[in-house]
């Protein structure tokens, strides 16, 4: 089983619609959580870290349950511009950042 | 935040010859940095971990002979591919991070290496 796993998508949604990915880890040890955004042949971008209670910035929420080691983005109100592929991301030992697979934002006019 | 420069970012090679890709930390130390492949339509991969002063640590499947990582500053971590044949034209990223759990890493802007 892969440490960290997503749905590649691609989510085809309408500006201003909801959309949630979640992003699912098997190690339960593992501490701290991220997501970054990544667009077309660009490095990664960190959109937001993941705490155990919750956060939010502006249109975006991320949450995580360690219970069923999974954890979630929601976007609000979508724009053209969130179109993007999405990474989860968990800290592994040693400090390395091990990465889900990316889901695939498409937000259409 | 800080900033972590990799060049180039882009290069064409020929089939058999060897590429260094550098990664540089402009404004922080970095003891530690990574180094992800990414294929198209992929997620990053983690290849090694880049120490400085030590020997590279290798993920399981990574040829360390073929990829050579050299760490001999605090600010500046090298990978040569060596031998490039056209299976290792990808996207190659370095990323480096400040100590502690939670900290952001930061990347390099990731070099596109096309062999030919």
């Known amino acids: 089983r892969k440490e960290v796993e997503q749905d590649p998508g691609p989510f085809n949604v309408p500006e201003g619609a909801t959309v949630a990915f979640n992003c699912t880890y098997s190690?339960?040890?593992?501490?701290?959580f991220f997501w970054y955004r990544q667009d077309c042949r660009k490095e990664p971008k960190l959109l937001m870290s993941?705490?155990?209670s919750g956060n939010e910035d502006g249109r975006f929420t991320a949450q995580l349950n360690r219970a069923s080691q999974y954890i979630s983005l929601l976007i609000r109100d979508s724009k053209l511009s969130d179109s993007a592929t999405y990474l989860c991301?968990?800290?592994?030992?040693?400090?390395?950042?091990?990465f889900g697979s990316g889901t695939r934002l498409l937000v259409r006019p | 935040g800080a900033v972590v420069s990799q060049h180039p970012s882009w290069v064409i090679c020929k089939s058999g010859t060897s590429v260094k890709i550098e990664c540089r930390s402009l404004?922080?130390?970095?003891?530690?940095m990574f180094w992800y492949r990414q294929f198209p339509k992929q997620s990053l991969m983690l290849m090694a971990t880049?120490?400085?002063?030590?020997?590279?640590?290798?993920e399981q499947g990574v040829e360390k002979d073929k990829f050579l990582i050299n760490h001999a500053s605090l600010t500046l971590s090298t990978l040569t591919v060596t031998s490039a044949h056209p299976e290792d034209s990808s996207f190659y990223i370095c990323?480096?991070?400040?100590?502690?759990?939670?900290?952001?890493?930061?990347f390099g802007q990731g070099t596109r290496l096309t062999v030919v």
């Open positions: 990323s480096a991070t400040l100590r502690g759990p939670n900290t952001e890493a930061f």
């Open positions: 880049s120490n400085e002063g030590s020997k590279a640590t290798y």
């Open positions: 404004d922080f130390q970095a003891t530690t």
């Open positions: 993941v705490y155990s």
């Open positions: 190690n339960s040890a593992s501490q701290s």
């Open positions: 991301a968990l800290r592994g030992s040693s400090y390395k950042l091990i």
